[in-house]
């Protein structure tokens, strides 16, 4: 296999291991809300700490695959999401599964930067936005394998015997990549950049800036919404069943999957603000749907919804395209994983701050009204109304800019 594919098929099996765990408590939500009794506020908070730790992770990981690479760096994580995985399998507390996703989260942490660290030393930059949307489009059928796959293997294995058995494909993983991957092509060299004053460059441009909105409001209510709260949302506002709800998430991960194999090339082509600008507008648009309009809808019709609601949420990649193209190579990492802590803190800020809204109001065995739902959804859809906006103002300044 050429040296080049080889980095990318791991780096992508990598990241549908990435996908499938931050998305499986949107479908085991009920088995550990019986087992364990948590309500929706824990839930939430516990669910948001893979991208707790995942955000914390952001900045010290982009200074560290600039100067060592990610054939290191990436499956040194990685074992410390194994063992996350093994202590989630082994919790019968809320507390023991809180460690568990926040070392899901820090040991996954590195899987997307590093392939995009990789990316831009083995494939060209008028080809970035292409490269990353194929290696999310096929490492997200890990979220497609999160929703009725999952249900049905729950089902046989129990969700303690999914994470069990997960840890070790997570481990065996990360060895390939350290024994598979080079950090640069033969002949190559990494490009380190400065030793400080790299995250200062980064945080100092206004391009960066104009996309810190819809990072942490749209593209952060995007995953919160994907990995946890669509399936309680589905469960309890439509009254659906557990394979029901699977094959709805399984839409709404599908379409995902479409957005990214298509939105790199399309922004390739026709410019990455405007794709972003396209997305963002319709995922605000289809959350407010869900919000406010979708009370007595179909499955057919709630299936369509989510599908659009999956492709929009590809513009997470076109987000970490625009930093990578507004900055040199030598400051990839640091400026990708800069933004992407934005998108992952924004999860966090938003999966946690649902749950708040959603417990506030009266419930029952963990069950809530389907007005909870609609303050919540309808929450991040103000939000994301918002960062469009500031997204528009911060295109207009950086157009002042350009002579």
Do not use: C
């Not at 990789?118 to 292409?130: I, M």
């Not at 949302?233 to 599908?254: K, M, R, S, T, W």
Request: hydrophobic letters at 60%.
């Amino acid at each position: 296999m050429p040296a080049g594919l080889r980095v990318f098929v791991l780096f992508t099996i990598a990241y549908f291991l990435s996908y499938f765990f931050r998305s499986a408590n949107a479908v085991i939500a009920p088995d550990l809300t019986r087992e364990l009794g948590l309500d929706a506020a824990t839930l939430g908070l516990m669910t948001s700490l893979f991208y707790l730790a995942f955000a914390a992770v952001q900045l010290p990981l982009g200074g560290a695959l600039d100067r060592w690479g990610p054939r290191w760096v990436t499956p040194g994580l990685m074992l410390a999401g194994a063992a996350g995985s093994w202590v989630f399998a082994a919790s019968h507390s809320a507390a023991g599964l809180m460690l568990g996703r926040l070392l899901l989260g820090a040991g996954m942490a590195g899987v997307l930067m590093g392939a995009y660290k990789a990316f831009s030393r083995w494939f060209p930059a008028s080809r970035f936005a292409t490269v990353a949307g194929w290696l999310v489009g096929f490492g997200s059928a890990g979220a497609l394998a999160s929703s009725t796959p999952l249900a049905w293997l729950a089902g046989v294995l129990g969700w303690r015997g999914v994470f069990f058995w997960g840890g070790w494909v997570i481990a065996l993983v990360a060895l390939a990549i350290a024994a598979g991957v080079h950090n640069t092509p033969e002949g190559d060299h990494l490009e380190p950049g400065p030793r400080t004053g790299g995250l200062a460059a980064v945080f100092a441009s206004p391009a960066f800036w104009s996309m810190a909105g819809i990072n942490l409001f749209v593209f952060g209510a995007f995953l919160g919404i994907q990995t946890l709260w669509a399936g309680p949302y589905l469960y309890q506002v439509h009254g659906f069943d557990p394979i029901a709800v699977g094959n709805l998430l399984f839409a709404l991960n599908l379409g995902a999957l479409v957005g990214f194999f298509t939105t790199g090339w399309i922004a390739d082509n026709v410019g990455v603000p405007p794709t972003i600008m396209a997305l963002g507008t319709g995922f605000v648009v289809l959350v407010g749907v869900l919000a406010w309009g979708a009370g007595g809808l179909g499955a057919t019709v709630l299936g369509a919804l989510l599908f659009a609601l999956g492709y929009t949420g590809a513009v997470g990649v076109i987000l970490l395209a625009y930093a990578r193209l507004a900055f040199p190579a030598a400051l990839t990492g640091r400026a990708t994983t800069a933004a992407n802590l934005l998108g992952i803190g924004g999860t966090f800020l938003v999966q946690w701050g649902m749950g708040a809204i959603i417990q506030r109001f009266p419930h029952a065995g963990g069950t809530y009204p389907p007005a909870a739902f609609s303050a919540a959804f309808g929450a991040a859809a103000i939000l994301g109304a918002l960062a469009l906006a500031l997204f528009v103002w911060g295109q207009r300044i950086e157009k002042r800019r350009v002579p």
